[in-house]
C-alpha cells in the first residue's frame, strides 16, 4: 500500500501496562383474511443447517438431503434473528413445498413437514426445509417429487383452525428447481425481495423535481488515537491449562478518529510489547496472545491477525487497520488477550508494557 509522506497530526502513541500472573492453579382453503401474494411475505433465505448457519448464495446446487435452514435476513449475525409473528395470531406452524401460487392454498400443498413456534413467542427461528425432512401428508409425497422434479415453493406458513388456513402475513418461501431421479435443488433469491403488483386502478403517480445547491467540499482534519488515562490491565486469576499457568485479560477500548474526509488515506494501528519482568526471571513476550476485535464503528476497518500465546511476534503487529477510501470517522477497537507461563518459570507477578502506536497510510 502506498505510503503518506505527510506528517498532519497523524502518529498517535500511547503507552499501556500489563500484569500477569504465573500460578499453578394441514388442507382446506386459504383463509378469507389473507389476500393471495405474489411472492413470499418476507424474505426466506436458504441457509446452511449444521454449525454455521451461514446464507447459501442463490443459485447454489444441494443435495436432496442438505441439511438446509429458512432465514429471514442473510447478515453475518442475523442467525439468531427470528422471522417474526404473523399478523392475524397464529395457532400452528408448517413447512411446505407447494406448487408456485398455490402458496396459501393448504389443500394444494404436495408435501409439508414439522416445525414450530419458538419457546414463549409466536416466532419462527430456523426452520428446517431440508427436501427428505419432508414426510408428512400432501397432495403428492416427496418421493414424487424427488422422482419428477419441477419448480415449487418452498417454506413455511403460519395457520389457524386447526390448519385450515394461513393467517394474515402468514407465508414465507422462496422458489426451488428440484432435479428429476436425484432429487437436488437450486434455489432463488428470496421472493420478498421484490414487492407484491398493485392493482393499477388504485396507483396515481406524482412528478417530483428539486434542485441542489453545491455543498462545501470534503477537507482533511486529523488523525488522533485516544487510549483511557492510565491504561492498564491485570489479568484474571491463572489456571493450569494443558499443566501451564494461563490467564486472560481484556484490552482496554482504544479510540481511532480520522476526520482526513477529503484523502482518505487510510491508517493502521500497530502494538509493540516488552518482555515480562518478574521477581527473579523474565517471561518473553511472545507468551502473550491477543484476539483484537473491531468493537464499534462502520469505517471499513479490519482486525489484524490473531497472535497465539507462545509464537505470538510482538514487533509492530497489526491491531486493526482501514485501506485508503476507508476509515475516516470514529473507530473503536479492543482485543482479548492470554498470557501463558512457561512451565519452569517461578510462580510470581510479572510486568510489562503494551505501546499502541497509529499512523496514517
Known sequence: MRKSTLRIAAIGVAALALVGFSATAASAAVSPTAPKPANSFGNFYIADGGDTGDVLAPGTELEFDYQAVGRPDNTAAGVDNHFPASAEVAETVTTFIAPIGQELTPAAWLTTGTTGFFPGNKEVWLPNVALSGFTLPGTSSIDTIKASGGDFSLGFAYQKTNGLYVVQDGAYFTHITVQPGTGSWTFETPSG?????????????????????????????????????????????ATLVDGLSTSTGALPNVTVQDDRNASKPGWKLTASVNDFAGPSATIEKKQLGMVPTIVSGTTGAVVGATQVAGSAAWNGTTVASAPAAAGTGTTVVGANLTFVAPADKPVGTYTSKMTLTLVSE
Open 193 to 237: 425481495d421484490t414487492p407484491p403488483p398493485v392493482d393499477p386502478t388504485l396507483t396515481g403517480d406524482v412528478d417530483l423535481e428539486a434542485t441542489t445547491i453545491a455543498g462545501p467540499p470534503p477537507v482533511d482534519g486529523t488523525l488522533n488515537l485516544t487510549v483511557p488515562a492510565a491504561a492498564k490491565v491485570t489479568f484474571n486469576a
